[in-house]
């Protein structure tokens, strides 16, 4: 009887991995497209005013109507979340390398690391506004204070991290500096390394947009959100939202994938 | 008895001095909390001996190794390897050092962990054909051959050791330096490891100094077992291990045998008793 239904039999054909997929895919589906009917009916039966919530297929066919100009915001806000992280990273990572090795100054490095992990960072953006001026370039240095000493804690960590063990084994092929560096801290520490930057590449996106709250060009998304909330455009405002989620989750996907193939070998990616 | 006959054919101990310890003293830590890990060691070496140094926990077996592998610097005494100071002997790459982790890289395959001292050495005139012609050989002679493209942790723990074995011997060491290698393997293995081990010390006319806690492996491999007391360690006493060459699993059942693992383990609880 359960062969008769062309479904099944097709389900019943597919190899695991797939029924896997689809257990990972479907639930998370269903509730989102629940909570999007829900909101809808919320809007419908208790008569929420368009300014206040608007309705999430408004939003979804402005967001197709503007898509042109979203990605072009999307892409400038994403120049100064990528540059940002780039020199953040420079910074971060440059001083893990040349540190690590050299307790006390790694850890008094780490302290302000710690501290300026602490401080919520975003409040420094009016003044790097005056050090750097209105445009990218404040906002860049904005999002690299913010993930430089991310990225720096992870980093040591991971280069501290290699077995003492394989130290002395490449201490005993009189091993330079660089070539310890290269061939055993450096595969140690990407674990953590990638741990870091996943928090940071979302760190990044979300201090990018903020700091285009404070001022600067309208030709991004935190400058469009800015424009349009002052003149109480709520629909304008949610599909820049949307989009920045959607860079946000595409950014944080890339370095996963990126992580799981280039560590592969590593006991978390393996697999059973 | 035709074991016997080769004997003198299969090893032929060299004359020089490989490795030499002369009143080596070794302290760890300063001041009060100062502990003396190794006092007035007086050790040679001939070249091609195969040597086990045994002893109770923390009577500095693991320290003299790491002494001449220039891992670390005696408080007092000399150390000599190849004629050389161990600093240099380490920069000349003279010696290969063994694990009791086999301490491979899992990112790299089981080639490539092989092919990882070459990488490193930049060995003058070895063209790549040759270097993987030699890698080819060791993961023969070790008999992993089929496995090259596998990571480590794909393997068992003896094959693992292995690799570890075959990197140690790739760029061709005079000396190996061995920190109970097979500590950590099952008994079955073990024996395995030991017969393969001798095998290839008979191949290829390295010196092994091998740091072990079985008495039984000590005497089926050696040429001469030292006996260290416990902390501070001393050389207690040195018992020379008269069994025919090659060593086979026929010689582990010699009447012999047994007399000297007897002799060797009764040296050994002397050494704990004046140890503590």
């Known amino acids: 009887m359960t062969t008769a239904d062309p479904t099944l039999e097709t389900s019943a054909e597919q190899p695991r991995p797939w029924s896997r997929h689809a257990s990972v895919v479907i639930p998370p589906l269903l509730v989102f497209i629940a909570a999007i009917a829900l909101w809808e009916l919320i809007i419908e039966v208790f008569e929420i005013q368009r300014f206040l919530l608007p309705r999430p297929s408004e939003i979804a066919s402005m967001f197709v109507d503007d898509f042109g100009r979203l990605i072009r915001q999307g892409r400038n806000t994403l120049g100064v979340a990528g540059r940002g992280l780039l020199l953040g990273g420079a910074i971060g990572i440059g001083l893990a390398a040349f540190t690590f090795r050299t307790r006390w100054l790694a850890e008094g490095i780490g302290i302000y690391a710690a501290v300026l992990k602490a401080v919520p960072v975003i409040s420094l953006a009016p003044l790097t506004v005056v050090w750097f001026g209105i445009e990218a370039g404040s906002k860049i240095a904005t999002v690299a204070i913010a993930t430089a000493p991310i990225l720096f804690t992870y980093t040591l960590v991971g280069l501290r991290s290699a077995d003492p063990n394989a130290r002395e084994l490449m201490r005993s092929y009189a091993a330079g500096h660089f070539r310890m560096f290269w061939s055993l801290h450096l595969p140690y520490a990407l674990p953590f390394f990638f741990s870091g930057m996943k928090i940071a590449v979302t760190i990044a996106m979300i201090v990018a947009i903020i700091s285009e709250y404070f001022g600067g060009s309208f030709e991004n998304l935190g400058g469009y959100i800015r424009n349009e909330a002052n003149n109480v455009h709520t629909v304008e405002v949610w599909t820049a939202i949307v989009m920045a989620c959607l860079l946000g989750i595409s950014q944080y996907m890339i370095v996963a994938g990126i992580d799981r193939y280039v560590l592969r070998w590593h006991p978390s990616k393996r697999g059973s | ?276």
């Open chain 2, 1 to 276: 008895m035709t074991t016997t006959d080769n004997a003198s054919e299969t090893v032929a101990i060299g004359t020089q001095i490989a490795i030499s310890f002369e009143g080596v003293r070794k302290e760890f830590g300063s001041g009060v909390n100062a502990t003396l890990a190794i006092e007035s060691v007086d050790l040679d070496i001939a070249e091609r001996e195969f040597v086990s140094l045994i002893g109770p926990s923390g009577c500095g077996k693991s320290t003299l190794l790491r002494l001449a592998a220039d891992l670390i610097e005696p408080s007092g005494g000399s150390v000599v390897v190849n004629g050389k100071s161990p600093r240099q002997a380490r920069l000349d790459r003279d010696y290969g050092f063994i694990f009791q982790a086999p301490t491979l890289f899992d990112w790299r395959t089981v080639w490539k962990n092989v092919a990882l001292p070459l990488e490193i050495m930049k060995i003058s005139g070895m063209s790549k054909e040759k270097k993987d012609e030699e890698i080819e050989r060791l993961l023969d002679m070790v008999a992993l051959n089929g496995f090259e493209s596998h990571h480590p942790y794909q393997l068992s723990g003896g094959m693992q050791q292995r690799v570890s074995l075959a990197r140690a011997l790739v760029f061709r060491p005079s000396i190996l330096l061995m920190d109970e290698p097979f500590g950590a393997l099952d008994e079955i293995t073990r024996d395995r490891m030991n017969l393969e081990l001798h095998r290839i010390w008979a191949e290829t006319n390295t010196t092994i100094l091998f740091v072990t806690h079985s008495i039984p492996e000590a005497v089926l491999l050696s040429g001469r077992v030292v006996v260290m007391t416990a902390r501070p360690g001393r050389v207690q006493e040195i018992i020379p291990i008269d069994l025919p060459y090659p060593r086979t699993t026929e010689v582990e059942e010699s009447t012999r045998y047994y007399e000297l693992v007897t002799q060797v383990r009764e040296s050994l609880s002397k050494a704990m008793v004046g140890g503590l």
